[in-house]
C-alpha cells in the first residue's frame, strides 16, 4: 500500500490477476500532510479547502447584494433565492418571523458554508468533503450551543434558564428529579455532540464509499474483472448523485435543529 496519505489507498499497478489483493481505503484517507506553511501555521487540503469555502459565500453575497438593484440581475436573483429559502423556510417556521429575523443572517452563513464545504467531495481535483473531519461539526456545533445557553440565560435569567435548560415543572411531582438530570444531560451534553455528528457521520460515510467503489473500479479494471469494474463505476455515478443530495439536506438539516435550539432558548416554556 501506498505510504503517502495524499493517495486514494492503493498502487497504480496493483489490479486484480496482478497477484496482489485489494487495499480497501481506511482512517488514513482521511489524512493529509500540510500543502504550505503561512507563519508557521501549516494549511493542510481540509483547511484550505474550508478557507476557499470561507471566501466563495462572502465573495457571492458580496457580489449578489452590494448593490442590489430594483430589477435585480441573474447573481442578485440567486442570492435572493437563496437567503430567503433559509429566511422563510427555516428560521420564520421555526423562530418566528419577529424574533427570527435577527438570526438569519447567521443561518444564511452556516447554510450555505456547510453546504459548500460538503459539495468539495464531488469536485475535480479538490475530491473531499471537509465536513467529513469531525473537528469542523464540532466547531459549527459549537457556534450553535454557546449562542443557545446564552440566549437561554439572558431571556430567563439565571434560575429562570436553569429551569428551562432541566424542564424544571413542579406539576411533574415525583418523577421531577429524573426529568431534571435526563433533561440537563439531554440538553448541555448529547445535544451538541448529536448536532455534530450528524454532520460529521453522513458525510464522512458518503465520502469512505464513494472513494472505495472508486479504487474498486480501478482494482477490477483488468481482464475479465473489466466487467465488474464497470459495474463499480455506474455505482460511484450513482452515490455521487445521490450525495449531491445529502450534501444539501445535511446543511438544511444543521440549521434546522440550529433554528430549533434557539427557538427553545426563546421560548417563555421549555
Not at 29 to 48: A, E, H, I, Q, R
Not at 130 to 145: D, K, W
Not at 152 to 181: A, D, Q, R
Request: charged letters at 10%; one cysteine or more.
Amino acid at each position: 500500500m501506498s505510504a503517502d496519505p495524499q493517495m486514494l489507498a492503493f498502487e497504480a499497478d496493483c489490479q486484480i490477476f496482478s497477484g496482489c489483493g485489494f487495499n480497501a481505503p481506511g482512517l488514513h484517507t482521511f489524512m493529509y500532510d500540510p500543502l504550505f506553511s503561512v507563519g508557521g501555521f501549516d494549511f493542510n487540503k481540509p483547511m484550505l479547502l474550508a478557507f476557499v469555502s470561507t471566501l466563495i459565500v462572502v465573495g457571492f453575497f458580496w457580489a449578489a447584494f452590494n448593490k442590489p438593484k430594483l430589477v435585480p440581475g441573474k447573481i442578485q436573483m440567486i442570492g435572493e433565492a437563496g437567503y430567503d429559502f433559509v429566511r422563510r423556510g427555516v428560521v420564520y417556521e421555526i423562530i418566528g418571523k419577529k424574533d427570527g429575523e435577527k438570526y438569519v443572517p447567521l443561518m444564511v452563513s452556516l447554510f450555505f458554508f456547510i453546504w459548500i464545504m460538503n459539495l468539495w467531495s464531488i469536485i475535480p481535483v479538490a475530491q473531499f468533503p471537509v465536513t467529513s473531519l469531525i473537528a469542523y461539526p464540532v466547531a459549527l456545533a459549537l457556534l450553535v450551543y454557546f449562542l443557545w445557553v446564552g440566549l437561554t440565560f439572558k431571556k430567563h435569567g439565571f434560575v429562570g434558564g436553569w429551569k428551562n435548560i432541566t424542564g424544571y415543572n413542579k406539576e411533574l411531582g415525583p418523577i421531577l428529579p429524573l426529568i431534571v438530570v435526563l433533561e440537563f444531560l439531554s440538553n448541555l451534553i448529547i445535544r451538541p455532540f448529536t448536532h455534530a455528528v450528524r454532520l460529521f457521520a453522513n458525510m464522512f460515510a458518503g465520502h469512505l464509499l464513494i472513494v472505495m467503489f472508486t479504487v474498486a473500479s480501478w482494482y477490477l479494471l483488468n481482464g475479465i474483472g473489466v466487467l465488474y469494474a464497470g459495474t463499480s463505476f455506474i455505482l460511484v455515478m450513482v452515490m455521487i448523485v445521490f450525495e449531491l443530495f445529502i450534501q444539501a439536506v445535511q446543511a438544511y438539516v444543521f440549521v434546522l435543529l440550529a433554528s430549533n435550539y434557539i427557538q427553545g432558548a426563546l421560548a417563555e416554556h421549555h
